[in-house]
């Protein structure tokens, strides 16, 4: 068994609290660079809020522009769903111990 679902299996058997994560803040839509501001604002329109984690990446602007060109190209491809690509959002954040 690949590393990767060997741990994702030990984590989703795992309860996981707040105090058993490292939490970085994240960075304010005001405080973005222009392209991410822009992302983060039509996902407050599309969502009623920016997601979390794209606002840790705001952070660095080279890794949230790498983030959403994984997503653009995933997306764009054609090979997921989006009601699958949705399903796997989930789950993911459940095996982390995510909200979702």
Not at 2 to 30: C, N
Not at 69 to 79: D, F, H, K, T
Request: net charge positive.
């Amino acid at each position: 068994m690949e590393y990767a679902a060997a741990f994702a299996l030990v984590l989703r058997d795992r309860l996981m609290t707040e105090d058993d994560m490292t939490r970085i803040p994240g960075l304010g839509a005001e405080s973005a660079d222009p392209y991410a501001r822009r992302v983060l604002e039509a996902q407050e329109k599309r969502w009623g809020g920016p997601l979390l984690n794209h606002l840790v990446y705001a952070r660095r602007p080279t890794i949230f522009r790498g983030v959403r060109g994984m997503w653009a190209g995933i997306e764009g491809s054609g090979l997921i769903e989006p009601t699958l690509a949705a399903l796997l959002n989930r789950r993911v954040a459940r095996i982390n111990g995510c909200e979702f």
